[in-house]
């Protein structure tokens, strides 16, 4: 049987990782102490690592696929196939930033500023590169973690990735320059790319996942609707496309079905109500592909 070998994140995006691959229909079976998952797809075997060394290995060809922030691709510097982008993060769906952050008292308030400082991150290449287009000669030393507590005290700046700012704020931090937003992507090994069912089988997972993600934060909805307030109803209802109209048995009314954003139903649910539309129910979506 044909095997792809898959490398998931494990660690802080490992909960919506897993989450994402069983909406997008794969059952996955993961252990609290194991580095190893097993799939209801006979066809996959995967492995759980952190996110920063999926690269690499992808492209030694330890794994034929994987999945890892665009930040650790590019720290890396690794030449993989991009297969797709995946827009979530542990808290959401948005993209994380790489951030340049200094104390608030600090007299640092640009690039520039760092000439001749020491600044402290995990993404050491990605920060040369940031530093090197700046024409900046700063000095940039390896962050084991903690990154947040170093700035002002064992270093001048840091160079983190932050989701929502609030840690960085916590810590009396201030941003003041941004070295990139990044998303995970689904990576492959370049040989493993080529080759024909492997790939056809990378296609078919990016398919559902990113059907799984567009499904996210929509909702589906359907009811009955008099034909006569037919016209009203739809000037008022969002669609992706168009909505889907069928006739019932009583030849005066109609079911209507579509797809709404989420935040949209409830202003919306009561709204078709005052118009006469009856039965109306909201579901959730598993995939929009």
């Given at each position: 049987m044909n095997k792809l070998k898959i490398a998931l994140p494990k660690g802080s995006l490992q909960e919506s990782t897993l989450t994402l691959f069983e909406h997008a229909g794969f059952q996955i079976y993961a252990s609290a102490r194991s580095y190893y998952f097993l799939t209801d797809?006979?066809?996959?075997?995967?492995?759980?690592?952190?996110?920063?060394?999926?690269?690499?290995?992808?492209?030694?060809?330890?794994?034929?696929?994987?999945?890892?922030?665009?930040?650790?691709?590019?720290?890396?510097?690794?030449?993989?196939?991009?297969?797709?982008?995946?827009?979530?993060?542990?808290?959401g769906f948005r993209p994380v930033k790489i951030v340049l952050a200094v104390p608030e008292n600090s007299r640092i308030r640009k690039p520039k500023d760092l000439r001749g400082k020491l600044?402290?991150?995990?993404?050491?290449?990605?920060?040369?590169?940031?530093?090197?287009?700046?024409?900046?000669?700063?000095?940039?030393?390896?962050?084991?973690?903690?990154?947040?507590?170093?700035?002002?005290?064992?270093?001048?700046?840091?160079?983190?990735?932050?989701?929502?700012?609030?840690?960085?704020?916590?810590?009396?931090?201030?941003?003041?320059?941004?070295?990139?937003?990044?998303?995970?992507?689904?990576?492959?090994?370049?040989?493993?790319?080529?080759?024909?069912?492997?790939?056809?089988?990378?296609?078919?997972?990016?398919?559902?996942?990113?059907?799984?993600?567009?499904?996210?934060?929509?909702?589906?909805?359907?009811?009955?609707v008099k034909v006569k307030e037919l016209a009203g109803i739809l000037k008022i209802l969002p669609a992706m496309k168009n909505p889907t109209i069928s006739p019932l048995t009583d030849k005066s009314w109609v079911a209507v079905e579509t797809i709404i954003d989420k935040k949209t139903a409830k202003v919306l649910i009561p709204h078709l109500k005052k118009l006469g539309a009856q039965g109306i129910v909201e579901y959730p979506l598993n995939k929009v592909i």
């Open positions: 797809d006979p066809e996959i075997e995967g492995v759980l690592l952190r996110a920063q060394e999926i690269p690499k290995y992808v492209e030694m060809g330890a794994f034929d696929a994987g999945i890892s922030g665009k930040d650790w691709i590019t720290e890396n510097r690794v030449r993989v196939a991009e297969v797709c982008d995946l827009k979530y993060s542990k808290q600044i402290a991150t995990e993404l050491v290449n990605l920060t040369k590169d940031y530093l090197k287009k700046n024409r900046v000669k700063a000095d940039v030393e390896f962050s084991y973690g903690a990154t947040e507590i170093k700035a002002g005290k064992l270093v001048d700046a840091i160079v983190e990735i932050t989701e929502t700012g609030s840690t960085l704020v916590s810590h009396n931090l201030k941003i003041i320059d941004t070295l990139m937003e990044s998303v995970p992507k689904l990576i492959a090994n370049r040989k493993a790319w080529q080759n024909r069912w492997k790939r056809e089988k990378l296609e078919n997972i990016a398919l559902l996942l990113k059907g799984a993600l567009e499904a996210e934060g929509k909702v589906g909805i359907k009811m009955n």
